[in-house]
């Protein structure tokens, strides 16, 4: 009787004919195309895939989800003060913000690095500050100059304060917020409040709070002529300290050393000098050092002016 699946008798083996293996042989041998879903089913404008790539287009690159920031302004002469000022009386925490700002711009430094600033780096006596590795550079130890020395040694046994803010919040109604910062004696000097895992303030914090006050900035101080781009960024103070710097007649090797920048173009790309900087270097280089020798009157000249 036979088998209901293969219809072969049983008991009868189920090998094949030497016929049909060389068949299977030649069937393995010969190259198969590889199909794809698309090319079985085809249509009369072509294989599904075809369709696709026809309706797609040529193949673009994706654009990236960040937006090109132009350099930051560097505030040049009175308006970097009029910015600090601004930031310590309308920021949240403005004495705090204030203190941080000014350290990138009076050590020449990046914000991470005066975020990561503790107590013990800053040697009042001595007028030192120790600046952590950073971004491939080494440690160092920078001098605060002197106009800013007295400011430190000022934030250090006092801190820093502004007026009080009044604000509503709720059912208690209107809130008088007091803004003090007070200098620690151990730890960083800008500690996290929400317990970051860093310890200290971040980057982006800072950056955020710069936006917010940016805007009421810009709103009373956007006509200055002085003021260029208005891109305020938490960059500004060290693109501030070296437009200083160049303006001042500051050598670029000194600059460079200062502001821990190995390339000659990079520095240059950082400074920002208008027609008036230039002629102002020349006319205190020119002071130091006649450019033009001394002109010998004649005597005629001198009998008229005489007379």
Known sequence: MPCAASGRPFGRPSRPGRGDFKAGLAARRRPQ??????????????TRQQMWKKQAGPKTQKKRNCREFGKANALKGHLWGKWLQYVKEH???????????????VLCIRITQAARLKADDVKVSTGRVYIAPFKGHDSTTKKLPPSALGHVRLWVAKGASAKPVTRRCGARGVVKIYRKYVWPTKGFLFPSK??????HVTKDTVARQIRTIAKGFL???GNDPDLGSKQIRSHSGRRHAITWAASNGVPDTAGMEWSQIKNAKVYKGYAELDAEAVSNIINAADKKCRLAPKLKVAAATRRKRRQ
């Open 33 to 46: 195309k590889k199909q794809t879903k698309g090319d079985k089913k085809k249509t009369k404008f072509g």
């Open 91 to 105: 920021a949240a925490g403005g004495p705090r913000l204030f203190i941080l700002l000014s350290l990138t711009a």
């Open 194 to 199: 929400k317990g970051c895992s860093k310890g």
């Open 219 to 221: 709103q009373v101080y």
